[in-house]
């Protein structure tokens, strides 16, 4: 198995213009890469199939990177839809951390309401979380290099194969802000 291949940077510029690179002028089915800037280490994935006979096929775009803080500070987001609502009207907590606009587009679980709102406080990530749709942000824990105990880490899943350089930044740009704002506490 080849090892994952690893981009470094001392900024986002220099980081992106490798990976635009990477995905200019040929088709992308399978991207994966380690984006690795300011001592954290971010991994990007994605995944198309494009199915054939009886398969329907899928897309897949994510961004995971380990949570460098110790801490039991839980978040989970996704955007709001059908079944969501009808959840709410039966008892389903969803935290409102004050953004109307954000609050009302996404179902968010937070065990630290302040910490969320601070995480979210920069408008143009709001305003990207509260454009996409199938899509989920939540820490999670799993075991690392063997490990029994579990480590935390920030992982966001899209049900998309974004393949455009500009989105695809713009999506690592608010995953980033989000970690850092995490680790920040």
Request: zero cysteines.
């Amino acid at each position: 198995m080849a090892a994952t291949k690893q981009i470094s940077g001392s900024t986002t510029d220099d980081i992106w213009q490798q990976v635009s690179d990477d995905l200019s002028g040929q088709e992308i089915y399978n991207y994966n890469v380690f984006l690795v800037q300011d001592g954290r280490k971010v991994e990007l994935v994605i995944d198309i199939d494009l199915g054939g006979g009886f398969e329907s096929g899928y897309e897949l775009t994510s961004f995971e990177a380990p949570v460098a803080s110790e801490h039991d500070f839980r978040l989970a987001l996704h955007h709001q839809d059908f079944i969501d609502t009808v959840e709410k009207f039966f008892g389903m907590e969803d935290v409102v951390i004050g953004y109307p606009e954000f609050d009302e587009a996404l179902i968010i679980k937070t065990n630290d309401r302040e910490r969320t709102r601070r995480i979210f406080s920069d408008v143009n990530v709001r305003e990207l979380f509260q454009s996409l749709s199938r899509f989920a942000l939540h820490i999670t824990h799993h075991p690392v290099d063997g490990q029994k105990e579990k480590e935390p880490f920030l992982e966001f899943t899209i049900e998309k194969g974004v393949i455009d350089p500009e989105v695809l930044r713009d999506l690592y740009d608010a995953f980033y802000k989000v970690l850092s704002g995490i680790e920040a506490g």
